[in-house]
Nanobody
């Protein structure tokens, strides 16, 4: 299984970015997908998760109303649309696939495949 994340970059506060994560080697439509992030000196934290069929999503309180997670099962890709970015959103963003099929969780221990991370930098 490989997860390839992309789309990070340097933006100003208030700008938008769209992250993508392309998956290969798994039956994509069976697995919940999530985004986590890790800022320097901080623990990895949950950002958003999407149910295997895209019908249910959940977000960390810090990003609700600004970020949107979506997926295209035909393209084996999950997205994270990030609007109204703040300096505190700066981090390395990781996509992850759930350890078990047809399971839905926001806990990092429930995810066993991780992308390489894509860096998001937000200037104030």
């Amino acid at each position: 299984v490989q997860l390839q994340a992309s789309g990070g970059g340097l933006v100003q506060a208030g700008d938008s970015l769209r992250l993508s994560c392309a998956a290969t080697g798994l039956t994509f439509g069976r697995y919940s997908m999530a985004w986590f992030r890790q800022a320097p000196g901080k623990a990895r934290e949950f950002v958003a998760v999407i149910h295997w069929n895209g019908g249910t999503v959940n977000y960390a309180d810090s990003v609700k109303g600004r970020f949107t997670i979506s997926r295209d099962n035909a393209k084996n890709t999950v997205y994270l649309q990030m609007n109204s970015l703040k300096p505190e959103d700066a981090a390395v963003y990781y996509c992850a696939s759930a350890r078990l099929s047809f399971r839905y969780s926001s806990g990092s221990s429930d995810y066993n495949y991780w992308g390489q991370g894509t860096l998001v930098t937000v200037s104030s």
